[in-house]
């Protein structure tokens, strides 16, 4: 039927047009929509008839076959004033909103849940999304902070904190290090943010020794559920790496190739620029070049990258062959490479706020995956950062049977 409310989308904005009063509709449904495509709504005056009454042909179409989904016909009373808008509002629709993140949910459950050192979750989203996880069975939390903060929360929000280890630890920082030294001793495969500065837990990781460097830059990636999108969409780095240079791009795209290949997609690599040819006066669009020949050359290694792409002729077919753009990348990119932090970072909440999609936070590059999630972060949002952590580390380093 909201198919069908196209054709009245039609009627009482473009023909008759506004004011117009429906008195009848016919709808005969030949063919299914499915969520992404594009639908073409026509209508045709066939009778005008007395009293101002019109009757009309109704149809829609699908634009890439023209295939019919539903025909009919229409008796509207037509309006009796002229009126004119140069911008007439029609409907959208958002459907299966969380669909990427429920299957990945879905595929983390059956996992052994993933022992996570929980950093200063003293507040009471952090503490709900790591306990929201655990009840899902997809972690195994390890609360590290101030244990009287900690309990005083749990009470705060209801939650039982029976069977669940805490380490008590007197500041932000010793808390991140005692993390640190836990994936060490083997106790925990992943980290999680509780209620700190992001600083303040990424700085004991990047310590010589007794840090989770592994010889990549730490790098974040936000993987998104975006509402029409036909898999997630990766936006990357978009929380740590201000400017990156050249070398910093090389370790932010192969994070993400390897993540996207342990969530079981093809890695399709946009690197995004303001523009989709080289200009040497914008410093995005050169190393853009040069990281698609890296890839070219295996110094990028398996996936596809292919750069300067702008936001339209990345993730739009239409676009893309527009400006004349060929290859597997060029409208089908599934991670998008910003160009700094502050690019990444109003990408992702124009995603998450206009486009109504869904946000995984995750840092790579450590000795474990580093679960990153936000304040005003949904309990979904929560759910799927766990979740991807979990695929991501039993894909990289299976459980024994």
């Given at each position: ?8 989308a ?6 008759p047009?506004a004011g ?9 449904f030949h063919e299914?929509a499915?969520?992404?495509e594009?639908?073409?709504?026509r209508?045709e005056?066939?009778?005008k008839l007395p009293?101002?009454?019109?009757r ?7 634009m890439?076959d ?15 004033t002229?009126?004119?808008c140069d911008?007439?509002?029609i ?14 949910l879905?595929?983390?459950k ?5 022992p ?6 003293d507040?009471a ?14 972690i195994?939390?390890?609360?590290i902070?101030?244990?009287s903060?900690?309990?005083?929360t ?7 904190l029976t069977?669940?280890?805490?380490i ?10 005692m993390?640190?030294a836990?994936?060490?001793?083997g106790r ?12 303040d837990l ?7 020794g ?8 730490l ?10 999108q036909p898999?997630p969409?990766?936006?990357t780095d978009?929380?740590?790496n201000i ?8 370790d932010i795209?192969?994070n993400a ?10 890695p399709?690599?946009g690197?995004?620029?303001a ?13 853009a070049?040069l990281?698609?020949?890296?890839a ?5 290694r398996?996936?596809?990258v292919?750069?300067?792409?702008a936001?339209?002729n990345?993730?739009?077919l ?12 060029a409208?089908?990119?599934n991670?998008l490479?910003?160009?700094?932090l ?7 909440k124009?995603l998450a706020y ?6 995984a936070?995750?840092?790579?590059g450590?000795k474990?995956?580093?679960i ?10 929560r759910?799927a950062?766990?979740?991807v ?13």
């Amino acid at each position: 039927m909201f198919v069908a409310s196209l054709i009245s989308a039609v009627l009482g904005t473009q023909l008759p047009g506004a004011g117009t009063l429906y008195r009848r509709q016919v709808l005969d449904f030949h063919e299914r929509a499915h969520a992404g495509e594009e639908l073409i709504c026509r209508v045709e005056v066939l009778d005008k008839l007395p009293g101002g009454l019109v009757r009309l042909a109704t149809s829609v179409r699908r634009m890439s076959d023209g295939a019919l989904i539903v025909a009919g016909e229409a008796e509207v009373l037509a309006p009796q004033t002229k009126f004119e808008c140069d911008e007439v509002e029609i409907p959208g629709l958002i459907v299966q909103r969380h669909r990427h993140f429920e299957a990945l949910l879905e595929r983390a459950k059956p996992l052994p849940a993933l022992p996570t050192a929980v950093v200063c979750p003293d507040d009471a989203n952090s503490l709900g999304g790591a306990l929201l996880a655990a009840k899902q069975s997809i972690i195994t939390p390890i609360l590290i902070g101030n244990t009287s903060t900690i309990v005083a929360t749990a009470a705060a929000i209801g939650a039982d904190l029976t069977g669940i280890e805490l380490i008590d630890v007197d500041s932000d920082l010793a808390a991140a290090a005692m993390a640190c030294a836990l994936v060490h001793e083997g106790r925990a495969a992943a980290v999680m943010k509780g209620h700190l500065h992001t600083d303040d837990l990424l700085k004991p990781m990047l310590e010589k020794g007794t840090g989770l460097r592994v010889g990549r830059r730490l790098t974040h990636v936000f993987v998104m559920d975006v509402p029409g999108q036909p898999e997630p969409v990766m936006v990357t780095d978009a929380a740590i790496n201000i400017a990156p240079d050249l070398a910093t791009k090389v370790d932010i795209c192969q994070n993400a190739i390897d993540l996207a290949l342990s969530l079981g997609m093809e890695p399709r690599v946009g690197v995004l620029s303001a523009v989709e040819t080289v200009n040497p006066a914008i410093q995005s669009s050169i190393d853009a070049a040069l990281l698609s020949k890296m890839a070219d050359r295996g110094q990028i290694r398996n996936g596809l990258v292919e750069g300067p792409l702008a936001m339209d002729n990345a993730v739009d077919l239409g676009a893309a062959r527009t400006k004349g753009l060929k290859g597997r990348v060029a409208g089908r990119a599934n991670i998008l490479v910003v160009p700094g932090l502050d690019a990444g970072n109003m990408l992702a909440k124009q995603l998450a706020y206009i486009s109504h999609a869904e946000g995984a936070g995750l840092v790579l590059g450590a000795k474990v995956p580093v679960i990153l999630n936000s304040r005003s972060d949904s309990p979904m949002s929560r759910l799927a950062s766990c979740a991807v952590a979990a695929i991501h580390h039993f894909a990289s380093s299976p459980p024994t049977p």
